[in-house]
Antibody, heavy 118, light 107 residues
Framework: EVELVESAGGLAQPGGSLRLSCAVSGFSFSSFWMTWVRQAPGKGLEWVAE????????YYVDSVKGRFTISRDNAENSLDLQMSSLRAEDTAVYYCARRSHNWSFDLWGRGTLVTVSS | DIQMTQSPSSLSASVGDRVTITCRAS??????LDWIQQKPGKAPNSLIY???TLQSGVPSRFSGSGSGTDFTLTISSLQPEDSATYYCQQRNARPLTFGGGTKVEIK
């Protein structure tokens, strides 16, 4: 079955760190760009970061640059998002998503909630 | 950054109605525009890519049009299962950006 499954998020303190993972199955992971998109409670969607199929290019929204790092392990079919210096405004459901060959987000995980609070 | 503005922010319509949602980009993006549906409590789901091409499995009552700065999503005959929030999203330039969403409710 083709699917993306995010690891459990959880609660982090402001200034703390958290690592999210996305397990991929059912397709050739190494052939696709992958993305993290987040959604704050009751708000819209926000693109966070993305990574080229071979990991050679990475892009971030300005608000997370220098704090978040996207990475992938094509041998393990896994996408990660290392989040540090967390802020209250990082509280959101985080989705991993696949960018199809037509560049749309054609496959999404179910999302995982990250809460940043003291 | 390219700003995406959707209107209306919400609408209520009856089953069988024709529904139109508009999306405007702050600068020209060609046809690098996708539409995404999100049902309450669920993950987003891609409906249309490249402004007008339906993703596989999407009902034909959905259609998209436009290029440059102005785009439209149309549901030709609204169905109960179409109750959701719809987002436009530009992929012409990073950062990729989304519209604020249009919540569609069934009367």
């Amino acid at each position: 079955e083709v699917e993306l499954v995010e690891s459990a998020g959880g609660l982090a303190q402001p200034g703390g760190s958290l690592r999210l993972s996305c397990a991929v199955s059912g397709f050739s992971f190494s052939s696709f760009w992958m993305t993290w998109v987040r959604q704050a409670p009751g708000k819209g969607l926000e693109w966070v970061a993305e990574i080229k199929h071979d990991g050679s290019e990475k892009y971030y929204v300005d608000s997370v640059k220098g704090r978040f790092t996207i990475s992938r392990d094509n041998a393990e079919n896994s996408l990660d998002l290392q989040m540090s210096s967390l802020r209250a405004e990082d509280t959101a459901v985080y989705y991993c998503a696949r960018r199809s060959h037509n560049w749309s987000f054609d496959l999404w995980g179910r999302g995982t909630l990250v809460t940043v609070s003291s | 950054d390219i700003q995406m503005t959707q209107s209306p922010s919400s609408l209520s319509a009856s089953v069988g109605d024709r529904v139109t949602i508009t999306c405007r980009a702050s600068q020209g993006i060609g046809t690098n525009l996708d539409w995404i549906q999100q049902k309450p409590g669920k993950a987003p789901n891609s409906l249309i890519y490249a402004a007008s091409t339906l993703q596989s499995g999407v009902p034909s009552r959905f259609s998209g049009s436009g290029s440059g700065t102005d785009f439209t999503l149309t549901i030709s005959s609204l169905q109960p299962e179409d109750s959701a929030t719809y987002y436009c999203q530009q992929r012409n330039a990073r950062p990729l950006t989304f519209g604020g969403g249009t919540k569609v409710e069934i009367k």
